[in-house]
């Protein structure tokens, strides 16, 4: 999927709403699991009936996959299939290595499984992260500055220059994608640094993860994160999937999808 | 297996070889693919054949399974069933995300595969490692300073207190773990500042990438690397597992392994 579809996207149904699907088969409701072959897929199919006409993208968290064994992949597979088009697919796998490495993943994620973008890890540096490029349409979402309480640990250290190593992270992988092929991981959690990132990237869309269960501010992230073509993808995984455990679990992913919206609407003239 | 276990072996059979498993769907012979259903999985199983006696550990690179989809991950399982209990067992998937998603790929790696230990990558921080943790006789194996160029765009920046970026990941890791049950990865190509790194973790072993293919200094590697309970794993993967691409193969990848053990061993007393 190229920008101009998913900004329009974003226009068209007034959501720039990421459905997370951390689908964890110790939470999936007990009727899928006695009456289904593949639970997993089965749980993401009536999540996603209940989503698709109320998010922009699907991501996909690859750990609650292949904890699974080959059956998680195939789940993943399934899963993916039934997503509609012209909805924005994100295989959340935070891959990086040295390039003859770094080129497998990209055929896996991209080849393999057709997604539209992966997450990748940015620490072992350009030649690990060059290898995702050069495929049409899709896109590398580089971790910036995350979500979690861990962030402080590197990402926000000071380099000589004053500069947090994020910061380094960002402006150095600028120079090897542009806002049309690239995103970058910016915690809602991190809304007072938000600003200074778009101090760097004006353009680029940011992948927000931390609404919900991790407690990040949606006010402040839109008002500092916002560009002029929307530039968020804001993503809740568990706040939606899990916001019900009863047979009624989907209805209830739905209604959360739309309550978050509505959120964001408050917020943001589309 | 435990530190003890290791060492007990490495000193048994005089290596500290690790040989990489990067197996290459486009790198193997043609008989093997025409011959059989799960080509991957023979042509490791006369690699290991013909490597066991000869290294203490293998190196599983995750991505060359993963791109095969499902079926990468049964060829993963069978080869990994294959190797003897007393080698240890190197999931090199650099993996690394919130705690809740860390905690899967701990259960992937460590229940579901069995894995010896897994390697990670410390961007997101302490609480994305923290979940590998707490099994018992697992190994996590954290990126430090890496083999590769880009090694030089984050890992070696420096930061206000002089310190470069990987040290700081090294002096902060070894908060969480200790040498019974935390590696770091340095590349061999690095050999300047191994020296460095063994000021900081005297004691750890370090898993070793570089020689071979990537042109890392064997000699200045050992000379600055080695402890007194070896504290190292020397990994080869290209140069040893396609020394050969004609049906003897197998054969050609156990005399690679057994010159550079031989090299090894100029400059090692066991």
Redesign the interface.
Same mark, same amino acid.
């Given at each position: 999927m190229n920008r101009k579809e998913l900004i329009n996207k974003i226009q068209e149904i007034h959501s720039m709403l990421c459905v997370g699907l951390?689908t964890?088969i110790n939470r999936i409701p007990q009727f899928l699991k006695d009456n289904y072959d593949d639970p997993i897929f089965e749980f993401n199919k009536r999540i996603i009936e209940h989503t698709k006409d109320k998010c922009v993208a699907y991501k996909f968290?690859i750990? $609650?996959y292949?904890?699974?064994?080959?059956?998680g992949?195939?789940s993943l597979?399934r899963s993916l299939a039934i997503i509609p088009d012209d909805i924005f697919t994100i295989a959340?796998a @935070?891959?990086?290595?040295?390039?003859?490495?770094?080129k497998?993943?990209a055929?896996?994620f991209f080849e393999?499984y057709n997604f539209d973008s992966i997450t990748v +890890?940015?620490?072992?540096? +350009?030649?690990? %992260?060059e290898p995702f490029y050069g495929y049409d349409d899709k896109w590398v979402i580089i %971790?910036g500055l995350?979500?979690?309480?861990? +962030?402080?640990? $590197?990402?926000m250290? @000071?380099?000589?220059d004053?500069r947090e190593?994020y910061k @380094?992270?960002i402006e150095?992988c600028v120079d090897f994608g542009d806002q049309t092929n690239t995103m970058f991981v910016v915690g809602a959690t991190q809304a007072d640094y938000i600003k200074e990132v778009r101090s760097i990237i004006p353009d680029h869309f940011l992948l927000m993860?931390g609404i919900g269960k991790?407690g990040g501010d949606l006010k402040s992230s839109l008002e500092f994160g916002l560009n002029e073509d929307y530039g968020l993808l804001i993503n809740s995984s568990r706040g939606i999937i899990y916001s019900d455990s009863s047979a009624q679990f989907d209805k209830s992913a739905g209604l959360s999808a739309q309550k978050l919206n509505d959120s964001i609407r408050d917020h943001v003239s589309f």
């Open positions: 951390d964890d968290n750990a $609650f292949e904890s699974m064994g080959p059956k992949w195939v597979e959340d @935070k891959r990086g290595d040295i390039g003859n490495t770094s497998l993943y055929r896996t393999t +890890s940015p620490y072992m540096g +350009s030649d690990s %992260l %971790l995350t979500s979690n309480k861990g +962030s402080q640990d $590197f990402q250290q @000071k380099l000589q004053g190593v @380094k992270v150095r993860p991790q």
